[in-house]
Structures are given as C-alpha cells and as structure tokens.
C-alpha cells in the first residue's frame, strides 16, 4: 500500500541534485576566506578587552548580599523519599 508521502519521497530520491548547488562549497569557503581578511582595528579591540576586563573586576569587587533560594517544591521532604532513606541507614 502506497500513501502519497510514499510517492512523494520516491519522487525525491529520484530528483538529482539542482545546478544551484553546484560551487556551493567554493562560494562558502570564499565568503569566509573574504571575511578573514578584514580585521578590526586595534584600537577598537583593546578597548573591547579592556572593557570586559574592567567589568570582571568591578562584578568581583561589587558588595553583594547573602541570597537564600526558597526551595521550589511546595511538598515538604517525605520519610520514605530515597534521599532520606540513604541518609538514614534504613
């Protein structure tokens, strides 16, 4: 018994590939190769660094306060749970 998604994957296993793929891989290598060549300025990217240089030792100096989570589960820890059970020895 054949459906119409049978006969539609048959008919693409029959269709070659399009012309349009042809040299895809050439374009896309010369793309990135064209992309490689232009570089940033220096300037531009010592700024950058510094930038995230800066920021990591402010976040790491930055007073913070002591966060508690509230636990996430709304149903209280149960005696027979396999974590309490490990913890107590049964």
């Known amino acids: ?10 008919l ?4 070659w590939p399009s012309n349009n793929l042809q040299g895809f891989e050439d ?3 010369d793309a ?8 940033v300025p220096a300037s531009l990217g010592f700024s ?4 995230a240089l ?5 976040g790491a100096l930055a007073p913070a ?3 508690r989570a509230a636990p996430v589960s709304p149903f209280e ?14």
């Open 32 to 39: 990135l190769r064209a992309r490689r060549q232009q570089s």
């Open 48 to 51: 950058l660094a510094s930038a």
């Open 65 to 67: 306060e002591e966060v």
């Open 12 to 15: 693409v296993a029959q269709t």
């Open 1 to 10: 018994m054949t459906t119409e998604i049978d006969a539609t994957l048959g």
């Open 27 to 29: 374009r896309v290598l």
């Open 77 to 90: 820890p149960h005696e027979l749970a396999p974590s309490s059970l490990l913890l107590s020895g049964h």
């Open 54 to 58: 800066l920021m990591g030792i402010g």
